[in-house]
Structure formats: C-alpha cells, structure tokens
C-alpha cells in the first residue's frame, strides 16, 4: 500500500500534513488525482470537535476537485484525463432512511478519502464529470451548492417572493445565486463583514445589512412591505442568527435553517408567536439527490466570484485561520 501526503485530523484541534495509507484501487473504482478542495466552515467544526459524526483519524476534505490517473476494470463512463469531482460520502443503501429514499440521513455513510491529500481512490458512483470551460478551480464549489441547492428546494421560492439570507459565507451567497434565479423580487442579505456584504450586491443581491449597526430581522421586516420575507435562510447556525430568521419571515413564510450550529447551541424560539404566524421551519442536512443538478448548473451561476484564496497543502492551518477569521470567502488548498 502505498502513501499520500494529506491533511490528517487526529482530534480536536489537531490537524497535520503527514503520510496517509492509500487503498489500493478496486474494480469499480478510480485513482484521482487531487487538483484542488474548497475549504469549509464545516470543516473548523470538525477540527474542533463540534460535528460528533466525524470520528479521528480522518482525512479530511469535502469539496473536491480532480483528474483521473487511472480507472479500474468495471469502471463505465469514465476515464483517464477526465476532470471530475465526487460525493465525499456515499449512503450504504441499506438503512432504514436510504430504503426511505432519504440518503441524505443514512446512518451508515461510507466516507471516502478527503480532498485535502495528494491522491483519492472514488468509487464510480460518487463521481460527477466537471463541465468543461468552468473558470479555474471552480469545480470545488459543487458540494457546497448541491447544499444550498437542497435548502433552496426546501425554501419552495416562488418567482416574485421576497427573500431573506441571513449570514454571507459561501452557503448563504450561493442562496443569494440561486433566489435571484428563482425570480425572487427582493433579495436581502445580512451579514457583519463588509467583504462578504459587497460581495453579496455584486452577484446578486438587492440590499445588504449590516447586522452590528442596525436590527437585521427589523430592516428586513421593513424592506418587505413590514410584513417580512417570504422565505428567510438561516446560513450561520448560531441562536443569534436563528432567532433573527424567525423573526424576518412575514406571516405564513418559510425559515430554512441552513447554518451548522454547535451541538450544545439552544435557541429560546418564542412559541406562541412561532404558532400565531403560522410559520413552517425547514431545517436541512448534508443534501438528497442534488449533486447532479448542483454539476450541471456551475457554468450558470458566478460561482468563481466566491474564491477568494489559494494556499498549498503544506499551509492548510493558515487556510483555515483565514475562513477563521472571516478574512476569506473561499479557501482552495492545492496539493
């Protein structure tokens, strides 16, 4: 068995580039080599031990992006020199919820090897080919919008509803891609980084507030006829953030909790006013059966706007402490 050099996470707040076991390839899998991988807020979370699904050691990585060295002998539809990226889980297929057709809350998913190395072994079934002509490396950003993606569908926005984002990093401007598509007539972000907030006018969004200098559920309320948005995404996951969707949704809206919160987080949601509204709450995990429709709409969206930074494999901690501390949108690491 041969080794790679990978971004190996040993625990809570330990992270190194080391030498990882590579698997050797199967019959129905491929050997990629790894161009780049996006890196996540999700990612800090696992590093610091808040996403108790994520057992050390592991490699970690989820949103890849790679060409095929080699393929193995059951491999259809792919090859050599193809540019692809891949689901970096895939459900057992045998668990109550993926015989439910909702793989999204497999109990068993199988995991595959993490972005942040120098090569991967994918099974077939996870992989996707990468439209061609993409601005360069922005093939990593079709994980998180097969997420976004799938809380947009949760959101059911409809041509000429007004729509709320309630926190700008990558999820929440990808929402703001996909609601102006949609048709929504207003579009309103929220977020304390003037960075992220410029960013969001630039792609699409109508207006942007500045949540430390003003009350962002009351300017939303506002700007949608006083009544409030439509729909509202919730894409931080702090009971902060949370409570302010609630409360920017008008009467009989959806608020889609979107934003990974930590484990312990509690948020006082006002019952009664919850139930006097009549609001439905969606709240979403990972994704079900969006990575394909994520692939092919990347040439369709300014996706390449959100990459912000490149580092090397070897600097990754410095990749993170950028997303860290909000200096960042997107963080490539390039092996």
């Known amino acids: 068995m041969s080794t790679v050099r990978a971004a190996v996470w040993r625990g809570p707040g330990q992270l190194a580039v080391e030498d990882w076991p590579l698997p050797e390839m199967g019959a129905d899998e491929v050997l990629v080599r790894v161009s780049c991988c996006g890196v996540c807020g999700s990612d800090l979370h696992i590093v610091d031990g808040g996403v108790p699904e994520f057992v050390p050691p592991r490699v970690l990585g989820h949103e890849p992006?790679?060409?095929?060295?080699?393929?193995?002998s059951a491999v259809t539809g792919f090859g050599p020199g193809d540019e692809v990226s891949w689901e970096p889980s895939l459900p057992c297929r045998a668990?109550?919820?993926c015989h439910e057709g909702e793989d999204g809350l497999c109990e068993q998913r199988v995991p595959i090897l993490g972005g942040f190395s120098e090569r991967t072994v994918v099974p077939q079934r996870a992989l996707y080919h990468v439209p061609p002509g993409l601005p360069d490396r922005a093939?990593?950003?079709?994980?998180?919008?097969?997420?976004?993606?799938?809380?947009?569908?949760?959101?059911?926005?409809?041509?000429?509803?007004?729509?709320?984002?309630i926190g700008a990093g990558t999820i929440g401007l990808l929402l703001v891609m996909l609601a102006r598509r949609a048709g929504a007539s207003l579009v309103v972000v929220s977020d304390p980084?003037?960075?992220?907030?410029?960013?969001?006018?630039?792609?699409?969004?109508?207006?942007?507030v500045d949540p430390s200098r003003e009350h962002a559920a009351e300017r939303i309320r506002r700007l949608c006829d006083g009544r409030g948005a439509e729909v509202a995404f919730e894409a931080v996951g702090s009971t902060a953030t949370c409570l302010d969707t609630l409360a920017a949704v008008r009467s009989g809206g959806t608020a889609v909790l979107v934003g990974i919160a930590?484990?312990?987080?509690?948020?006082p949601v006002p019952l009664f006013d919850?139930?006097?509204?009549?609001?439905?709450?969606?709240?979403?995990?990972?994704r079900r059966f969006t990575f394909q429709r994520a692939i092919a709409l990347l040439?369709?969206?300014?996706?390449?706007?959100?990459?912000?930074?490149?580092?090397?494999?070897?600097?990754?901690?410095?990749?993170?402490e950028l997303l860290r501390k909000g200096k960042a949108v997107k963080v490539v690491v390039e092996p």
């Open 65 to 72: 992006l790679g060409v095929i060295e080699a393929a193995g």
């Open 95 to 97: 668990c109550f919820y």
């Open 139 to 165: 093939g990593v950003l079709a994980e998180p919008l097969s997420c976004a993606l799938y809380a947009h569908d949760r959101g059911r926005i409809k041509a000429g509803d007004q729509v709320a984002v």
């Open 193 to 208: 980084n003037p960075r992220k907030r410029d960013l969001a006018l630039e792609i699409g969004a109508d207006v942007a």
């Open 262 to 267: 930590p484990p312990a987080a509690q948020a």
């Open 274 to 286: 919850v139930l006097r509204r009549d609001l439905r709450i969606e709240a979403v995990w990972l």
């Open 299 to 320: 040439p369709h969206l300014p996706v390449d706007r959100l990459l912000s930074h490149c580092v090397p494999l070897a600097s990754i901690a410095e990749g993170l």
